[in-house]
């Protein structure tokens, strides 16, 4: 017998961003403001930007017509700039690029009958350019954003009208670009809609733990639900077409071998994949049924649920992958990590923000899931927020960047080798964009670096990085040479 030595030969190497961090123009051409364009700068880099929203906040970021304050309403401009930012993406070789189309540019309000042609158009360029390069779209439909209008007067994914909305919006664009996109994700990271206001639109913040807790499964559960409908949509609409469910996947280790540290570790990391096994094998596990039970926490499901959700899993599963944690049963001291909490792992470095890095953990990731769900796996987002230094003569020699992608593609070969049907890797952000936690500039990922500031200060101008270099060599000898 003999294993894969090397990456598929059709393996979709890329890049992946999301439009509220990338294209700025946020009321341009009749875009609504969404939940992302009403986020201030974080003050303090451990702790999520989102996190200070409120109400009142939103209605007075409403009523504020300027960018200055909310740095997702201007991103990178990649609005205006997508025929040279594609043109870099090309020039390195990406065979697919993964972007999220804006709810709000469609419909600005996210309830209209009509769609608004100028955003509709807007993509078809991007689509069009895309495909001038031979680049494969792959479009995430709600990555961390929706119309501030379905927050105000629904409470967003709280209530059961919003799936509605929501897949009018994807019948519309499915629609529209058949035959042109031929991978889709339906929610961005759809588990951290148990953190917060910016996955599920839901405002809850002076509600006791156990109601917001409450309200967030409820708000998810109206997600699973429209995500099969999509499904569902996508299969008739377009039927060459595949979709995969995406999830911010954060595998769990026992902080030490005493089985109860083991059981709770066990317990947390199903936490974690039950939003897949809802989204993949089409029920809620019972593992979960009991967690709700035991706290106190219903779902309220319509007659129909339970069966839209068995008919309608997902072609494919995708998911980020940043960090690990670890649990024990008696919590202990906690990584100070903006993105997620969990203890102290002493075998890893993490990064300026907190995040523990974990490559091998890429692996036993990979090797689990595949084990788990036997469905082809998709690693849409993976990699290094960092601060540059641009020299004098315009160089960034972010080797630490290469370093880091290198030891996980070196992983995800490995996994490849294990046997697992993995059908490409988008790195996040191939250009630098507004940071999702903090919504600082200063925080780059990319292989092509934007000159801005935090204070939206700057000329715009892409330079190359060093890593855009290597990136393009791996990418053209499929992995071979790292
Ligand atoms: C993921 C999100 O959580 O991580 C992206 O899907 C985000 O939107 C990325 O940008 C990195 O997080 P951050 O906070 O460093 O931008």
């Known amino acids: 017998t003999t294993y894969p030595k090397g990456f598929p030969k059709d393996f979709l190497w890329g890049g992946a961003t999301a439009a509220n961090q990338v294209e700025g123009a946020w009321n341009v051409d009749g875009k609504g403001i969404t939940t992302a364009e009403v986020v201030e700068k974080a003050t303090d880099r451990k702790k999520m930007s989102m996190d200070a929203v409120t109400t009142d906040s939103i209605k007075a970021a409403v009523a504020d017509p300027t960018d200055t304050r909310y740095p997702k309403r201007r991103g990178v401009d990649f609005y205006h700039h997508y025929k040279e930012d594609i043109k870099l993406f090309a020039e390195m070789g990406f065979k697919v690029y993964r972007f999220s189309i804006a709810w709000s540019r ?48 629904q409470n967003g994914w709280a209530s059961r009208a919003t799936i509605a909305a929501f897949n009018h919006f994807t019948e519309t664009v499915f629609k529209r670009y058949k035959g042109k996109v031929p991978y889709w994700l339906t929610f961005n990271e759809i588990n951290t809609g148990t953190w917060g206001f910016h996955e599920t639109g839901a405002i809850d913040t002076t509600m006791s733990k156990h109601d917001q807790m409450q309200i967030r499964y409820q708000a998810l559960h109206h997600q699973f639900v429209a995500s099969a409908i999509a499904t569902k949509q996508l299969h008739e609409i377009d039927p060459d077409a595949k979709i995969g469910s995406m999830l911010a996947r954060m595998q769990t280790y026992p902080g030490t071998p005493n089985p109860v540290d083991v059981q709770a570790a066990q317990l947390e990391d199903e936490k974690n994949l039950f939003f897949t096994d809802v989204q993949a ?60 909490t969990g203890g102290r792992n002493p075998y890893l470095e993490e990064s300026d923000w907190g995040w523990q890095i974990d490559p091998v953990g890429l692996r036993i990731t990979l090797d689990e899931m595949w084990d788990r769900y036997r469905k082809p796996l998709f690693v849409v987002e993976n990699g290094l927020g960092a601060v ?22 070196q992983q995800m070969r490995e996994a490849v080798a294990d046997g697992v049907q993995l059908m490409g890797y988008t790195m996040w952000g191939p250009i630098d964009l507004i940071s999702f936690s903090t919504s600082e500039m200063s925080k780059r990922y990319g292989f092509i670096y934007v000159d801005q500031d935090d204070a939206g200060k700057g000329s715009l101008k892409r330079l190359k990085k060093d890593s855009f270099y290597w990136y393009q060599k791996v990418i053209k000898t499929n992995g071979d040479d790292l």
């Open 281 to 340: 094998r089409g029920e809620y596990p019972e593992v979960m049924n009991r967690f709700f039970a035991d706290n106190d926490i219903e779902i309220k499901m319509a007659p129909d649920d339970q069966a839209i959700l068995a008919k309608y899993p997902v072609d494919f599963i995708s998911f980020s992958y940043y960090m690990t944690t670890v649990t024990k049963a008696d919590a202990g001291e906690q990584v100070n990590g903006n993105m997620a």
């Open 388 to 409: 540059d230094q641009l020299t004098a003569d315009h160089q960034v020699h972010d080797d630490y960047r290469i370093d880091y992608l290198r030891k996980h593609i």
């Open 106 to 153: 469609i419909f600005p309000k996210g309830d209209e009958q009509q769609p608004n042609e100028a955003g509709l158009a807007f993509y078809d360029r991007v689509i069009d350019e895309l495909h001038r390069y031979g680049i494969k779209p792959l479009v995430t439909l709600s990555h961390y954003e929706m119309p501030i209008n379905l927050t105000l007067t």
